[in-house]
């Protein structure tokens, strides 16, 4: 069942309607119970989708980004919670096949691990670091055998459940005056590690993604991946994750907004007015705003697939990247968000039900305003981009 990568490619081969309608029947009851996905989590093993950007050489689908886009919208449309999971171990197995296709074999040991069926988990996200990658608040201390020893908080930890590796940073301060963040990838079974299992939330229940914490976890030399200095920087690693993040999480939402269309037609075609005796179809207000959804998404479909297909194509945008990076995150959630809102105007009332889809969606959507790059640093990227630093 493995999906032919190119212009024939499509998605429904490896997540056919069957399958999307299983994940579907799941997901209220993952958000009822707030607990892991864990029947769709083995399901997409067993598709082989954790190895969706491992190579074919290596026993996986070598899909590009433009490809896996398109699936994890497919997901989404069906079990959101679910996709934004999965979405954390595609991440860093999209961002070593980025670095790979530009010469940087830094993250083979990724797509190596991928294949042998590991499971990653994204290990950076921290208590009121709005730095992100440019600096840490976890501290890597260097020992002597070339390892470090990692100790902080993480947050967010998506697949918090199933990871058996997850990528972490902290910042070594050992060299005076030369401070550096540190990358590496810990194993499940390496001590020190625990998570706290508070994932509590308003939405996206279903990824588990609770706080992890760091008390003297060693990562082999040999899976430490990277040491940069403290700050902004093009590493190919950074630009790897932000290219592989922001559009991944892109992807998930549109498939939020291209399902709330879907439930917003249903609505309308559902509802009859007792004054008029028309259906919500046949009434102008409702065309109206169904068609505003319909034309908010289209435009959305192309941003998605534009940026994931140039970076297959290794189009050199130099520093345009990360600001077109930031912005294509930016929109879709704020898009999404905005075609939510719209269809569950459409829908009335029964939107407002807990148990309903569409106000499953409507707190699920609300996620895309806290993953990076939030709506004011991707404001802040292409403005220093147009306008260089701001004085001061």
Known sequence: ??????????????????????????????????????????????????????????????????????????????????????????????????LAARGDTTLSLVLDDAARGEVF?????????DLVLFDSTTTAVPLADGSYSFTGTKIFTSLSPVWTRLGVFGRDDSEPG?????????????????????????????????????????????????????????????????????????????????????????????????????????????????ADLAIALDGLEPQVDRIAQDLDDLVDHGADWFPRLVGLKHRATSTASSIVDGAVTVAGGAAFRRTSELGRLYRDVLAGRFHPSSSDSAHATVANRLLGPAAG
């Open 178 to 290: 030369a401070p550096v963040v540190v990358h590496g990838f810990a194993t499940r079974d390496t001590a020190g590690h625990s998570s706290l299992g508070d994932w509590d939330t308003v939405g996206m229940r279903a990824t588990q993604s609770h706080t992890t914490v760091l008390d003297g976890v060693v990562v082999d030399a040999s899976r430490i991946v990277r040491r940069l200095p403290v700050g902004p920087s093009a590493d190919s690693l950074v630009f790897g994750i932000f290219a592989a993040f922001e559009t991944l999480i892109a992807s998930v939402y549109r498939g939020i907004a291209r399902r709330a269309v879907e439930l917003a037609v249903d609505a309308a075609v559902n509802r009859t007015s007792r004054r008029t005796g028309a259906t919500g179809a046949d009434d102008p207000v409702t065309r109206w705003r169904i």
């Open 121 to 129: 988990a994204f290990g950076v996200s921290e208590p009121c670091n």
């Open 1 to 98: 069942m493995t999906p032919t990568p190119g212009p024939d490619f499509d998605p429904a081969r490896l997540l056919p309607d069957d399958l999307l309608e299983r994940f579907r029947s799941r997901a209220a009851g993952y958000d009822e119970e707030n607990a892991f996905p864990q029947d769709d989590f083995d399901e997409l093993v067993e598709l082989g989708y954790t190895r969706l950007a491992v190579p074919a050489s290596q026993g996986g689908h070598g899909l590009g980004l433009l490809e896996i886009a398109a699936l994890q919208s497919r997901l989404a449309t069906a079990a959101p919670a679910t996709a934004l999971a999965i979405n954390m171990h595609l991440v860093w197995t999209v961002t070593a096949a980025v």
